[in-house]
């Protein structure tokens, strides 16, 4: 099976600007979870989506968002950007349904904002 | 969720065997642990997942004892390229959101 991909790999936006990042997860996995890593604060979860529902949320403002699609698969939206939002965004998928399930890992996106 | 502490850092030879080591105190009944390596600039990935006793597979082992307050992730015979960071997590079997400690940076020395 094909792993977890994402788009852009690699992004280059201004302060104010918003972005959109894509996530296509393993084929059979509805789950879509969302993650931003920085060197200050490591790996923070930012949101779930399972079919097409957003199951669970970080501790993040609102100007991180996210949906799904019917597919499975996942966008994730920031808007007014900020320098502080420069970061590698991952996002990881999974069955979303079953006990003790693992969660893959795309190869990630990052972005610099400047 | 159960908060995990692991070595900030650990330096291997290239063909030993190395075992990191991660306390979570405060696990729970439901919570099972895993292992993820993160290489920079890539996502992390997933190595091992086990809720007691012992657990191998092609990559590692995880050795997890009776009371299960720790957990060690064993690498047999590491090489250059096992130079990534380790983390290790506690949840239960219901959380859908994961979180990461700040990991053991292994590096692994010719």
């Known amino acids: 099976k094909a792993g977890v991909t994402q788009t852009p790999r690699y992004l280059i936006k201004t302060r104010g600007q918003q972005v959109t990042l894509s996530c296509s997860p393993i084929s059979g996995h509805r789950s879509v979870s969302w993650y931003q890593q920085t060197p200050g604060q490591g790996l923070q979860f930012l949101f779930e989506?399972?079919?097409?529902?957003?199951?669970n949320k970080g501790n993040f403002p609102g100007r991180f968002s996210g949906r799904q699609f019917s597919n499975s698969r996942s966008e994730m939206n920031v808007s007014t950007l900020e320098l502080g939002d420069s970061a590698l965004y991952l996002c990881?998928?999974?069955?979303?349904?079953?006990?003790?399930?693992?969660?893959?890992f795309g190869p990630g996106t990052r972005l610099l904002v400047l | 969720l159960a908060k995990t502490t692991q070595p900030i850092s650990m330096d291997s030879y290239e063909g030993q065997e190395v075992n990191i080591t991660c306390s979570h105190n405060?696990?729970?009944?439901?919570?099972?642990i895993t292992w993820y390596q993160q290489f920079p600039s890539q996502g992390p990935r997933f190595i091992i997942q086990g809720y007691k006793t012992k657990v191998t597979n092609e990559v590692a082992s995880l050795f997890i004892p009776a009371d299960r307050k720790s957990s060690t992730l064993s690498l047999p015979r590491v090489s250059l390229s096992d130079t990534a960071v380790y983390y290790c997590l506690v949840s239960s079997r219901s959380a859908r959101q994961l979180t990461f400690g700040s990991g053991t940076q292994l590096t692994v020395l010719p």
């Open positions: 989506y399972f079919s097409e529902t957003q199951r």
């Open positions: 405060n696990i729970a009944t439901n919570d099972y």
């Open positions: 990881a998928s999974s069955l979303g349904d079953v006990d003790r399930e693992t969660q893959y």
